[in-house]
């Protein structure tokens, strides 16, 4: 007999109403785990994409792909190296800067703080710290004015808003009559930036790099360049290109080295949670083999008619996989539809339970990113749907044995 007729006996079974309702109510829950198991698995890993994929985003937003600087720490010769690096034809855009530590003083509240120094103009062609502003503008940052941006959460942590002062104090003192005193300026709230990770918005200000160079005292230097390329995935060969064509003692680096632990972190986690994840999967794959082999005892009588009237082992052994495969089948497509779906619309759900309970699904204080992310991959849908559909079908294979074994006088003997 041709699959024809093995398929429809098969698919009869899945739709036909046992009077074993046990039986039936196996099938269901089988076919159930193996939806419920596809949608948490493309769920989770939409997640962890999304995490990578904002992480990576809001870490490009804030640090460049690549940086040069001087052994010294101080580069006297930032316009000729930044002539040097956009000569290189996979070099977008470069930009002097100065990095420092400061506190930040307002009445009572006090927090330290790094504060950078940068040309606006320059700056915002080399990293995205324009496009995440909340108030203000990058370019009220003009040379002279003693204007600074704070992050959302270092503004929260000094209660300051727009148009306050705030006080900068420098741990290099100068020397005075009564003793060395810490150097203290006055800055001016222009703009409050929020990029979405903690470590950036509680800790990292901004101020013109002409201030900054007044505030620590490098007249004609900077700390480094700050470079964008073409192709963020080989800034670190670019980068060297760079330093090698300067012909000096430079340090270099890049996002891929300055961040790379954050990245094989999730990659690894990303690993874990398929393996752990495509356990449950496999569970409840396997219980088809259990609701077969009660459904192969409950079709005895049916299975020795088939052998009476001509059915051969193997189009039994075929019949049994058809029906564990519909289940397989609709099971798995069903969690594919489900999890797509929430993956999709993941943000907008977590946005409408945090909102109408009033909760935080991630602390900023304690994760990098505050908001829960997702980012479906098609390649990953694809993955997950083979494997369950695999670990489904050779779930089949076992039952439909017992029951093309099955010899039609034993089935027989007590009806």
């Known amino acids: 007999m041709g699959w024809n007729f093995e398929f429809w006996v098969g698919s009869r079974y ?38 990578e994929r904002e992480l990576k985003d809001r870490l490009l937003a804030m640090t460049a792909h690549a940086t040069i600087e001087d052994v010294s720490g101080e580069l006297l010769e930032a316009e000729a190296l930044i002539d040097t690096a956009l000569r290189n034809p996979r070099v977008l855009a470069a930009a002097p800067y100065i990095d420092g530590q400061a506190l930040l003083v307002f009445e009572m509240q006090i927090s330290g703080v790094e504060l950078r120094g940068i040309d606006p103009q320059l700056e915002n062609e080399v990293s995205g710290i324009a496009s995440v502003m909340q108030e203000g503008a990058l370019t009220d940052l003009a040379a002279g004015e003693f204007n600074i941006v704070l992050g959302q959460e270092l503004a929260k942590t000094l ?118 994840l495509l356990m449950v999967i496999g569970v409840a794959a396997f219980n088809i083999v259990s609701t077969l082999v009660m459904v192969v005892k409950d079709k005895q009588s049916d299975i020795a008619i088939l052998r009476t009237v001509g059915a051969r082992p193997m189009s039994i052994l075929k ?10 089948i609709i099971g798995t497509l069903s969690g594919v539809a489900l999890g797509m779906l929430l993956a999709l619309n993941l943000e907008a759900i977590i946005g409408f339970f945090e ?18 992310p997702s980012d479906l991959h098609y390649g990953d849908v694809l993955r997950i749907a083979g494997i369950a ?27």
Do not use: C
Request: aromatic fraction near 10%.
């Open 389 to 415: 559909l695999l670990l489904a079908l050779v779930s089949t294979v076992y039952p439909a044995w017992i029951a093309a074994k099955t010899a039609p006088a034993e089935a027989l003997r007590y009806d």
């Open 159 to 276: 209660q300051v808003g727009i148009s306050d002062k705030v006080t900068v104090t420098l741990a290099q003192g100068r020397v005075t009559p009564a003793g060395v005193l810490p150097r203290m300026k006055r800055f001016t709230v222009s703009g409050i930036y929020r990029v979405g990770m903690y470590e950036f918005d509680r800790r990292l200000a901004f101020i013109n790099i002409g201030d900054a160079q007044k505030l620590y005292r490098k007249a004609g230097s900077v700390t480094g360049v700050r470079l964008a390329v073409s192709d963020i995935y080989k800034a670190s060969e670019i980068v060297r290109e760079v330093a090698l064509e300067n012909g000096k003692l430079v340090l270099v680096d890049d996002w891929t080295r300055r961040h790379v632990n954050f990245f094989r972190s999730i990659q690894i986690t990303k690993s874990i949670l398929f393996v752990i």
């Open 355 to 372: 909102s109408a309970f009033g909760i935080k699904f991630l602390a900023a204080d304690v994760y990098f990113i505050s908001d829960l």
């Open 14 to 51: 899945v739709r036909s109403r046992s009077d074993n309702s046990f039986v039936s109510l196996i099938s269901a829950i089988s076919m159930l785990g193996i939806a419920i198991a596809v949608t948490v698995l493309i769920v989770v890993m939409s997640v962890v994409n999304g995490f």
């Open 319 to 328: 019949i049994f996989i058809v029906q564990g495969s519909i289940v397989g």
